[in-house]
């Protein structure tokens, strides 16, 4: 059997999609960006019975990743609000003013190898090995309105309000990396050999589908996690948090 590895990212699902390059680090393993939805037709030949023999349920890795909120404190009101409008962040806008804001990336990167056997005739019958997924919030900068000093009542009140939607964030992806990761095994086990001239290209066409086929699931974690947000960003969670205070 010979080994490659294809990768490719799916960046924060609430920005534009796009692809990285990955340096190869390992000698005889080969890393490539590949491009959402595109398969190379020369990538997959049907197989037959004795190419479909080498299957094995592939293995599914799983690694969370919590990188710690970044503080910001050098922005007046207005600058966050360019921030938020730039980011997309509009029901923010809705308020007179932007005192704060919690600007994470979240999103999965998903990685695999695959292995190949050369059968009769020279053919090359590709299988896949094995599939990472690392998942969680890979950026998360919070931004406080710079007027309000360290240690004062609207600060405090202000920092507790973003830090809940870091919680909230790390709340939803908890309840749904289980959710996804069992359509990832379904999807995975369901990728059968198949005969390939070019088993970079065909690494590239298994990381394309299976980024196509958990773009359901995705949507699902993505439209939850902002219904879930948009609980403590009312006008009467507002003035809640404006009573708490006299120094606004």
Known sequence: MHCSVSSALIPSIFQNWKAINIKSI??????????????????????????????????????????????DHSKSSQQIERIAKKSGFSKSLRHASLLGLTHSSIG????????????EGGKKCL?????KLTFGARKTNIYIDRKYRKGTCAYKAILAHELEHVRINERVIEEYLPIITKELK???????????????????????????????????FNRARMEENDLIDTPAAYAATQATCADW
């Open 26 to 71: 390992l000698s005889g393993y080969a890393f490539f960006a590949a491009s959402l939805f595109l398969w190379p037709s020369n990538a997959m030949a049907e197989a037959d019975k004795a190419c479909l023999a080498i299957w094995k349920k592939p293995e599914v890795k799983i690694e969370v990743v919590s990188i710690k909120p970044r503080f």
């Open 127 to 131: 299988r896949l090995d094995w599939v």
């Open 108 to 119: 999965p990167s998903l990685g695999v190898a695959t292995k190949y056997k050369v059968l």
């Open 186 to 220: 379904e999807r995975s086990a369901g990728v059968r050999p198949f005969y390939t001239k070019n088993s970079k290209d065909a690494g590239r066409s298994i990381v394309n589908r299976l980024m196509f086929e958990l773009d359901s699931v995705l949507e699902d």
